[in-house]
């Protein structure tokens, strides 16, 4: 982090009212409580409330309306994450990615490579494929044939991208990501399985992002579709012929089954398992760990699971569950026999 | 998908009973709804009934019994499903898997490669590894010393086998999967960890199927051992002397632990979670998400798990499960109490 | 395993007391049952005492308290698992992995390797980094920029490790886990979702294990830190700044929420997940398949889940969950119509 800017110049990129020295230079970021002089801090959750009065930071993000609380040069925006979030890539290191096709990438003769497009060490690219303006093809990440990648992607490290995957512009692929193997499709033939060949492939909108050892499977007949915007955490596993709306968000460890179409601006948390086969409305938020196994065709929160507890209480009460069909039984048989009883004539009244 | 057959070549390909003209020709697959002309579909689900009637397919894969409801041509089988895997795999594209070892190999003096296996850019091959007749090491693909890939397998890219891993004959590994990694055997040493050293490996039998970045970890003394017919989805781990039985088949995030047996013709669905050192009977089927803790001795259905509900209704309920052991305790002590009263000479009756 | 041993020998690298014939001549590791002559098992878990009378294993690791059932030579111990780890690595292969660097690999003309370290062919160094004495670089993984790998440290194969890594002493990782991947912040612009740079990286401790195809992602500010001694199965997800205490072991397919701090000496086992934020004291231990959904700040044991049973059962019970919080209003409004019953004056006593 050697960049350096002044704090109007922060203010502009990041689209925030300067309050105070504009000139003040500001060589990195840092929490409210780790903040020294020449840094720049945000504050956002009224948890952290206790932080700002003391902070050491030579300006901090905030809203307007917490500014008579900042003891130093503020930028003021309604969005202060957002502005931290465009103030922090001001300071992140520029990529030396080199330049043009190594000498030990394997590129092959039927595959199309932009001159501006970069192909790191140990990467291998198949017959038919095209990398587009700027993209960047990490090291030893493999790319079978007929692959798109588009304008400005990136793949950082060991990506695969199997045959006929076409990855939009501006995507940002982590390493390990395997897009485009074969969906789980099988056939019983009286317990033996053969295989459903899996003739589809896998589309990537633009400005997609996918995490770390994230898998995205082909389609069985046309291709699983990531829409523009879509950003997938680590460990993510989707299934054939799933569908994900424009800017949904999923967090890490999350599995879709086969078919499921999720929609747009939804977020999924950690841990989720989304059945195949049914449908996520637009706005769907789900909590972590929680199970979907049919529609929600509104928008809203849905949680599900049973949180961990001390062994003790859980060991104890955990094996009610199975009696919790006959224990609403037995309630209600209680209430009808009670409301016989509190029915009788009382001998006092007579 | 240039392949095009005649509608005679397909039903003697899939053994179904030709219904029309067998002189049709078929470019293609699709679903009944999107099918077009030289196209060919499959009715199997009841739910999709609307879509035969209008279907534009040229031929439609189906049950005899529901062969008068089909518009144009048929091929008539019991199984229609497995009928389409077959057909499917008519107009999978063929793999060009190139010849011979590619000069980016690295492959050590002492492992040795049949004339007709296929050895890809960026593999390495470790010494005393056997790669038989026909099998295929696709690019950036790592074996250790002494593997065996039998004929006909396939690893498809970045797929890392590590020493002594033994794979039959025609199976087919996905991207990243990791095979043979050390099981997870630590020995507490007044708190700090020893390793116990894993001295097994992998057997992997005839038609496995591996799913991407799945890891199948190689066993303490003796071999972690997967049958023929196993079909394994993506991201599932399988832990260190897991046994799974023939064509027993596990979908995608499903995580087996240590010394487990899961019998012959299981499914288990995604996200399922299995303890350490217990047995699952032939034909036992969990579903999604479930977790099973302790030995499954009879074939069947197994369920677990809560659904996802509007987070208000769970955050009303759901923190009434630590109640559940003292509401099942009161509700017995209002059953006694109730037929105490109940049980009282009724003064009208005297 | 042509690794051959006395008894006496194995007695002094356990710190067991021998029993018997310490000249006895040790060739292999076995399981109570299944050994032979010249083959050393354990016994530690009382369930398996029927195999102890009758194996035929020349010697026998156990406590003292145990030693008069064993029918063979004995190393008595009072902590026969530790020993047993003791011996299972006096038989593992050695491991060979080549000497200097690979012609193979690519190394960045920038980039320091002791010269008792081993690159490996297709591995991919970037500028900066540094492999300190007897590391280790497997085929095909990828080092970025300004890397660390300490003494000693091995990355198995097909290992990233992204710019700034910070790997310590006798570390393990094993193939296809990501260190150092961008954490998932993400900040909103009216649906839009923007990146908020990943500006931290990961260090990890000294003799830290890291399971196949596990993930750990670099930190937004700070760095990520895993401290000496941590063990980490296989597909296990770690989010930007999390930190995890010294010693603590986490089995497979776990996943920890961003800046979620785990203490030292905790254990938690396969599957779990952990939410973002929050804090669990040292000695913690949560049961597989919990969901930890606050901070723990007591040591002992916490669970949550439901385990699978029978569809049926399940079926019948599971929708009452919903009612959960009606049926313990109901009972509560019983017990009150109840007490009010039984304080009715008793027309008999009167």
């Keep these: 982090m050697s960049a350096q800017f002044t704090l109007a110049e922060l203010a502009e990129c990041c689209g925030a009212d ?19 002089e020449g840094q720049i801090s945000f504050f956002n959750n009224p948890r952290y409330r206790r932080f700002l009065q003391d902070t050491r930071a030579s300006a901090v993000i905030l809203r307007p309306s917490d500014a008579r609380d900042c003891p130093t040069n503020a930028l003021l925006t309604d969005n202060p994450y957002l502005a931290w979030a465009r103030v922090t890539r001001c300071f992140a290191p520029v990529l ?11 590129v092959d003769e039927e595959a199309s490579i932009h001159p501006d497009a970069v192909v790191a060490a140990g990467a291998v690219i198949g017959a038919g494929s095209r990398i587009e303006a700027n993209a960047y093809v990490g090291p030893n990440c493999v790319l079978g044939r007929d692959v798109l990648l588009g304008e400005g992607s990136r793949l950082l490290a060991s990506v695969v991208l199997m045959d006929g995957v076409r990855i939009g512009r501006e995507c940002l692929i982590h390493p390990g990501a395997v897009i485009g193997a074969d969906g789980f499709g099988l056939a019983s033939d009286q317990g033996r399985w053969e295989k459903v060949a899996q003739l589809g492939s896998v589309t990537l909108g633009d400005h997609v992002e996918v995490g770390a050892n994230t898998t995205i499977d082909r389609g069985a007949i046309h291709d699983t579709v990531i829409h523009d915007g879509v950003k997938l955490d680590n460990q993510i596993q989707v299934a054939h012929n799933v569908e994900i709306g424009e800017n949904t968000a999923i967090a890490a460890c999350t599995g879709i089954s086969g078919s499921t179409r999720i929609g747009a601006g939804c977020t999924l948390a950690g841990g989720v398992g989304v059945v195949g086969h049914i449908e996520l409305a637009d706005g769907v938020h789900v909590s972590g760990a929680s199970v979907v196994s049919r529609s929600l065709r509104e928008p809203g929160v849905y949680t599900g699971g049973i949180l961990a507890m001390p062994h003790k209480i859980w060991q104890k009460n955990i094996a009610r569950i199975k009696q919790l069909d006959s224990m609403a039984r037995r309630l209600k048989e209680l209430e009808k026999a009670l409301s016989r009883l509190e029915a009788q004539p009382d001998d006092n009244e007579k």
Tied chains: 1, 2, 3.
Excluded: F, P, S
Aim: proline share 0%; with cysteine; net charge negative.
């Design 18 to 36: 300067l309050q105070g020295d504009g000139n003040c230079r500001i060589q990195g970021v840092e929490t409210l409580d780790n903040a020294a």
């Design 96 to 106: 030396e990615l080199g330049k043009g096709i190594h000498d030990a990438a394997e």
